[in-house]
T-cell receptor, first 112, second 118 residues
């Protein structure tokens, strides 16, 4: 069984640019959540997708957007990057009604 | 709103000593509670979870945690620390009655870095 994978591993962007991060869910999982983990902090919930629909959102501005595809993989898009967007972005998948989330290794985004 | 407080951002123990990592939560309803471990440059791995069954929960790698409603606590323990336990540990809470927009949303504490000395 393949676990949750994320790409790219590392990314460097400049302020004002746009970025797309990708996540492949664990096999059989139809729910994906995205978290932002700033340095020295715990992860913060960005949003969740269930069967291609947004199913909850944390306290993040609209320039953070996402997609989930029919194969349940997902993208996180961030527009107009700011320095404070520098963080580790974690994707987690789960099998619908179960609460256990399985996390990917994350994408380290640096905004200069 | 739910919240999690982890007491002590850094804990240092000797190999073979007891590990105790503290977590207190705030929730208007009985929550589901989780402990995750994060090794450097890696994602989060679930150690154990409390989902309203037994209050003493056993997890992987010899860790366990006890849910104490009266103290709103869910402290993580391990009788004997191993060098490989050195990592950052996160306590998290999820509302089991939440459907719709907050289904599966985890609220994390700030994390506790565990150092194990030989």
């Amino acid at each position: 069984e393949t676990g949750v994978t994320q790409s790219p591993t590392h990314l460097i962007k400049t302020r004002g640019q746009q970025v797309t991060l990708r996540c492949s869910s664990q096999s059989g999982h139809n729910t994906v959540s995205w978290y932002q983990q700033a340095l020295g902090q715990g992860p913060q919930f960005i949003f969740q997708y269930y069967r291609e629909e947004e199913n909850g959102r944390g306290n993040f501005p609209p320039r953070f957007s996402g997609l989930q595809f029919p194969n349940y993989s997902s993208e996180l898009n961030v527009n107009a990057l700011e320095l404070d967007d520098s963080a580790l972005y974690l994707c987690a998948s789960q099998r619908g009604g179960l609460f256990e989330q399985f996390f990917g290794p994350g994408t380290r985004l640096t905004v200069l | 709103a739910q919240s999690v407080t982890q007491l002590g951002s850094h804990v240092s123990v000797s190999e073979g000593a007891l590990v105790l990592l503290r977590c207190n939560y705030s929730s208007s309803v009985p929550p589901y509670l989780f402990w995750y471990v994060q090794y450097p440059n890696q994602g989060l791995q679930l150690l154990l979870k409390y989902t309203s069954a037994a209050t003493l929960v056993k997890g992987i790698n010899g860790f366990e945690a006890e849910f104490k409603k009266s103290e709103t606590s869910f402290h993580l323990t391990k009788p004997s620390a191993h060098m490989s336990d050195a990592a950052e540990y996160f306590c998290a809470v999820s509302d089991p009655n939440a459907g719709g927009t907050s289904y599966g949303k985890l609220t994390f504490g700030q994390g506790t870095i565990l150092t194990v000395h030989p």
